[in-house]
């Protein structure tokens, strides 16, 4: 299994969580090509040196999961020259704006009562579960536009890059034929960027800072788990929710094999 863990080779100054998922190889000895397919966190406040690394893979879409409040927040994407917006709104399964408005004003004593004792590992994992059930039509576009030759290279991105965007991720693997393992090692490299923004609100000593938050910044192998559970309780098998679910044909499932893997 190819090693992933390795520190992206590019130092952004204002995109998290980037990386290239080439690389990754399928049941039949097939490689996802490198620069076809990138995400990211939201570009937002990415720098015009950010956008001097991201212009030469020539991107023709960014697909932005983030909802317009998201977007409020946190600015439209800056795109490089070639690239295209192509937004798939979804709430975050986070529940970012909810969350914002309960830590608001609150003490460490309330955000232990909110999301200590597992409460907050709980939530992620029901929303991990929900992505795979409640958000099949952006996931859908989203697999049907890949399989365009013209969609591509591209990149995509929720707020962070770590939940819709890594069901987003999961689904492609998935469909192109990679190894179950292997997913579950790209989903939990988010990790990278959540240990950075732990660590950092630690160092700071941030007043709103609890550890009750981790289970939110980061991603565990249960939240992905949640998401198979649910494929496997309500579909059966990864190959129904793709055909049933999503409405991906065979067609263009071979279509998208075509157009990512080398």
Same mark, same amino acid.
């Given at each position: 299994m190819t090693d992933f863990r390795a520190p992206s080779p590019h130092r952004f100054d204002r995109v998290a969580n980037f990386r290239d998922m080439g690389g990754h190889t399928t049941h039949d000895g097939r490689r996802l090509a490198p620069g076809r397919l990138l995400r990211a966190g939201h570009l937002g *406040?990415?720098?015009?040196?950010?956008?001097?690394?991201?212009?030469?893979?020539?991107?023709?879409? =960014?697909? *932005?999961?983030?909802?317009?409040? *998201?977007?409020?927040?946190?600015?439209?994407? $800056?795109?490089?020259?070639?690239?295209?917006? =192509? $937004?798939?709104?979804?709430p975050d399964p986070a529940r970012g704006g909810d969350i914002r408005a309960l830590m608001e004003g609150a003490t460490k004593d309330d955000l232990h009562g909110i999301f200590g004792d597992g409460k907050a590992e709980r939530m992620m994992s029901e929303s991990a579960a929900g992505l795979v059930r409640e958000r099949r039509e952006p996931y859908s576009i989203f697999l049907k536009a890949l399989a365009q030759p013209t969609h591509v290279p591209a990149l995509f991105h929720c707020s962070a890059g770590k939940d819709r965007a890594g069901w987003a991720g999961s689904v492609v693997l998935l469909t192109l034929g990679v190894p179950e393992d292997q997913v579950i090692e790209q989903y939990l490299l988010s990790n990278r960027a959540g240990d950075e923004i732990i660590e950092s609100n630690r160092e700071k000593g941030r007043e709103f800072w609890h550890d009750a938050l981790a289970p939110l910044i980061g991603v565990r192998e249960e939240y992905i788990q949640a998401s198979f559970d649910a494929v496997k309780t309500d579909w059966g098998d990864f190959d129904t929710y793709l055909s049933q679910g999503l409405s991906i044909t065979q067609e263009e499932r071979e279509a998208l094999r075509a157009n990512l893997l080398e």
């Amino acid at each position: 299994m190819t090693d992933f863990r390795a520190p992206s080779p590019h130092r952004f100054d204002r995109v998290a969580n980037f990386r290239d998922m080439g690389g990754h190889t399928t049941h039949d000895g097939r490689r996802l090509a490198p620069g076809r397919l990138l995400r990211a966190g939201h570009l937002g *406040d990415a720098s015009d040196a950010d956008l001097a690394i991201l212009e030469p893979y020539g991107l023709r879409r =960014v697909f *932005d999961f983030r909802t317009a409040s *998201d977007i409020e927040i946190e600015g439209e994407d $800056r795109l490089t020259s070639q690239a295209e917006s =192509v $937004r798939l709104p979804m709430p975050d399964p986070a529940r970012g704006g909810d969350i914002r408005a309960l830590m608001e004003g609150a003490t460490k004593d309330d955000l232990h009562g909110i999301f200590g004792d597992g409460k907050a590992e709980r939530m992620m994992s029901e929303s991990a579960a929900g992505l795979v059930r409640e958000r099949r039509e952006p996931y859908s576009i989203f697999l049907k536009a890949l399989a365009q030759p013209t969609h591509v290279p591209a990149l995509f991105h929720c707020s962070a890059g770590k939940d819709r965007a890594g069901w987003a991720g999961s689904v492609v693997l998935l469909t192109l034929g990679v190894p179950e393992d292997q997913v579950i090692e790209q989903y939990l490299l988010s990790n990278r960027a959540g240990d950075e923004i732990i660590e950092s609100n630690r160092e700071k000593g941030r007043e709103f800072w609890h550890d009750a938050l981790a289970p939110l910044i980061g991603v565990r192998e249960e939240y992905i788990q949640a998401s198979f559970d649910a494929v496997k309780t309500d579909w059966g098998d990864f190959d129904t929710y793709l055909s049933q679910g999503l409405s991906i044909t065979q067609e263009e499932r071979e279509a998208l094999r075509a157009n990512l893997l080398e």
